[in-house]
Every structure is written in C-alpha cells, then in structure tokens.
C-alpha cells in the first residue's frame, strides 16, 4: 500500500523535480508492546528506523536501524506501507515493515545528533502509542508531521 502526503497546496505537478530520500522503519511487537523510540528534547515519539545507505536494501535497512537505535534484534521484515511525504524541493518515503522481535542487546550505536536530542528506547501498548502520535503536537515545528506520518504508518501495519 502507498499513501502520499503533499504540504499546503502543493499538486503531483508540483513535485518532479524533487529529490527523494527514502527511511524505513519498524513495527516491532513484543510482550504486547510496540518498540518506539522516545526525542526527550523535542517530545517526538517514532518507530524506529532511519535513512537507506547506498548499497543497501530496505530489508537489511530496517533491521541495521533496530539495532543501532534500540539495541533490538529483528527479523522477518515484511514491507506493510509505503508513506510518501512531499514538500517543497524534496519528498520523503518511509517504507514500514512489521518485524519479529528476537532479543535485546541493550547496546545501541547512536549517532551525534541522536545522543543529542537523548533518544530512548520505550516499549509502549498501542492504545498509549495512538493515543500519543495522534494528540502531542511535541515541541518541535515539525512534530505534528512526523507524529502524523508514524501514525499512518503504525495503523496500516498492525
């Protein structure tokens, strides 16, 4: 499935020449919990997940994204919804997959910008993650998109 979001006025006609940067992300259900990671700084909850490297597959994505933000081993990842985002100049594609949980190293590889908006690893039901991405508008501009966006995403892959 594929839902596509455009900014303001934006129209298909709009968006040619935009540049894509595609992410995926992660539904991971265990103990009848969903895995989030939690932007202390910003208030922003969101699956996890990030950026696709060159050379690499959606899959292998998803699963390197897991591991580095949460410390979580995945496996399985099935692609559940596609959600394209287009703004003025650049498009974005996050690419959901519903993932089976294996273990918990508890170490995570975050990056600098990670580290300095202290993300956390937080396992929550999902009437709270609804709930949440559906009413906090958080503290950053953006917030409110992103917890759209990952709402859209968590409901068409659970």
């Keep these: 499935m594929k839902i596509e979001v ?12 935009n540049t894509m940067r595609i992410g995926c992300r992660a539904v991971v259900l265990h103990d009848s919990k969903i895995l989030t990671v939690y932007d202390e700084k910003w208030d922003i909850t969101s699956l996890p997940g ?6 690499e597959t959606i899959t292998e994505c998803v699963i390197r994204e897991v591991k580095e933000e949460t410390g979580v081993i995945v496996t399985n990842p099935v692609e559940m919804v596609r959600v394209i985002e287009h703004f003025d100049g650049n498009s974005y594609t996050s690419i959901y997959f519903k993932c089976d949980y294996v273990n918990s190293t508890n170490i995570t590889s ?15 039901t999902i009437e709270n993650l609804m709930t949440e991405l559906s009413t906090n508008r958080t503290l950053h501009e953006h917030g409110g998109n992103i917890h759209d966006r990952e709402f859209l995403g968590l409901i068409n892959s659970i």
């Design 50 to 55: 990030g950026g696709l490297e060159p050379g």
């Design 110 to 124: 975050l990056t600098a910008l990670e580290k300095e908006v202290n993300l956390l690893t937080r396992w929550v």
């Design 6 to 17: 455009f900014d303001g006025n934006l129209e298909s006609q709009d968006i040619v020449n």
